[in-house]
C-alpha cells in the first residue's frame, strides 16, 4: 500500500505545482509591480485636488509594499511575504473604502480582494479575512458609520455594494475549495504513480530500480564518510519447480512468504527489494561483513522454518543467499557482481545457506 502522507493538506497545496499554476511568491510579485505605479497615479491625482493626506497614504503604502516584494528577495520566506501583503491590501482597501477615495469609487477594489486573499493562503485565513471586510464594510454603510465617519455612499449602492461583495466572496469560496479539493487529488494521484515507479506491486518492496538507486545513495554516502555497507543478494530454491508442480499462484505466495519474513527480520533503515522474479536484494547501510553474514543467516532459517499452504499441501521454502560488504573504491557493480558470485557458490553447494563474497561461507 502507498505510504500515507501525513503532511497538512494546505501545506502540501502549497508546496506541489500543477503544470501552469503561478506560484504565491511570483504572483504577489506581478501584483506589486501593478499595485506601485497604479497608487502612485492616483496619488498624483490626488495632488491634483491638493489632497496631501490621501497623498501621504497612498505613497505609504506603495512604498511598504515594494519593500515586502524586497525583502522577500532578501529573506526568501514565503510565509513573511504573504503575511505582509494580505495586511498591507487590507490596510489599503480598508483606507480607500474609509476616505471615500476618488469621490467613493474607491471602494470598488474591494471586489479585487476576496479572489486574491483566497489564492495566497490557506482557506482559514481567506474565510476570516473576507467574513472581517464583509462585516466592516457593513459596519461603514451603516447609519453608525456614515455617522462616524461622514462617507458619501448612497443607501442604494450601499446595499448593492454588500449584495455584491458578499455573493463574490461566497462563489471565490466555493471556486477555491473545488479548487482545493481537485488539487488534493492531482497529490494523491501523484503518490500513486510515484509509489508504483518506486515499488514491486506484489510485494510492496522496492523494486530493481529503486533498489538501484538506493545503492547509489549509499554508495555515495560511503564516499564520504567511509562507514561500510553490505548487500544480501539471495534467492529463492527450486522456484522453478514450485511454480511447474503448483502453478504460478503458489510461487506468488512463496514470493510473499519471502518479502514478509524480510519485512520482519531486517531493520527499518535496510533497503529490501525484489531484484527480479524470484531474487531479493537487501541493502544494510553502515554494516560490517560478520553483521551482515548474521542478518543474512537469520533471514535464511526464518525462512526454512516456515512453508505455504497450497490446495491441502505444505511447501517448504528455503532460500541461498550471496553477502559481498564494500570494499575499498571497488564499484557498485563490482559488489553486486561479487553478491552474485557468492549467491551461485552458495546455490551450487546444496542450497540453504549464506556464501561470502570473501568466499567464506557458512553451512545450514
Known amino acids: 500500500m502507498p505510504e500515507l502522507n501525513t503532511q497538512p493538506p ?7 505545482r500543477v503544470k501552469g499554476e503561478i506560484p504565491v511568491p511570483i504572483l504577489i510579485t ?10 502612485c497615479f492616483f496619488a498624483y491625482r490626488a495632488n491634483l485636488r491638493a489632497d496631501l493626506q490621501t497623498v501621504l497614504a497612498l505613497i505609504a503604502f506603495a512604498s511598504l509594499l515594494a519593500i515586502n516584494s524586497l525583502v522577500y528577495y532578501v529573506s526568501h520566506n514565503d510565509t513573511l511575504l504573504r503575511r505582509g501583503f494580505i495586511v498591507l491590501i487590507t490596510g489599503l482597501f480598508s483606507y480607500l473604502a474609509l476616505f471615500a477615495i476618488e469621490d467613493g469609487a474607491g471602494v470598488m477594489w474591494l471586489f479585487a480582494y476576496p479572489p486574491i486573499v483566497f489564492y495566497i493562503s490557506d482557506a482559514r485565513v481567506g474565510i476570516i479575512a473576507c467574513l472581517g471586510g464583509w462585516a466592516g464594510l457593513a459596519l461603514l454603510f451603516s447609519p453608525l458609520g456614515k455617522a462616524i465617519f461622514e462617507t458619501p455612499y448612497s443607501a442604494s ?44 506491486a506484489l510485494t510492496g518492496l522496492a523494486n530493481r530500480r529503486e533498489g538501484h538507486a538506493r ?30 508442480n503448483y502453478g504460478h499462484q503458489a510461487g506468488d505466495q512463496m514470493i510473499m512468504l519471502v518479502a514478509n519474513t524480510l519485512k520482519a527480520e531486517c531493520r527499518r533503515v535496510d533497503t529490501l527489494a525484489r531484484w527480479g522474479g524470484e531474487e531479493f536484494l537487501v541493502l544494510l547501510p553502515e554494516t560490517d561483513h560478520a553483521v551482515a553474514l548474521k542478518i543474512a543467516n537469520r533471514v535464511r532459517e526464518s525462512i526454512a522454518s ?32 561479487r553478491a552474485d558470485e557468492a549467491l551461485y557458490q552458495a546455490k551450487t553447494q546444496g542450497r540453504n545457506q549464506v556464501c561470502s563474497g570473501a568466499n567464506h561461507h557458512t553451512a545450514a
Open 157 to 200: 449602492f450601499s446595499l448593492i455594494m454588500i449584495t455584491a461583495l458578499g455573493f463574490e466572496m461566497a462563489t471565490c469560496y466555493v471556486l477555491d475549495q473545488s479548487r482545493r479539493r481537485s488539487k488534493l487529488g492531482l497529490i494523491k494521484l501523484a503518490n500513486q504513480f510515484e509509489y508504483a515507479a518506486k515499488h514491486d
Open 306 to 337: 516456515q512453508s505455504i499452504e497450497f490446495e491441502g499441501q505444505n511447501i517448504a521454502a528455503t532460500i541461498s543467499v550471496g553477502v559481498a560488504t564494500i570494499q575499498g573504491s571497488e564499484s557498485i557493480d563490482r559488489l553486486l557482481q
Open 215 to 244: 545503492l547509489d545513495a549509499e554508495y555515495e554516502r560511503y564516499l564520504r564518510n567511509n562507514r561500510a555497507f553490505s548487500a544480501l543478494l539471495m534467492d529463492i530454491d527450486l522456484f522453478k519447480t514450485v511454480n511447474d
Open 30 to 39: 506581478w501584483l506589486t509591480f501593478a499595485a506601485v505605479p497604479a497608487l
Open 10 to 16: 494546505d501545506r502540501e497545496l502549497a508546496e506541489f
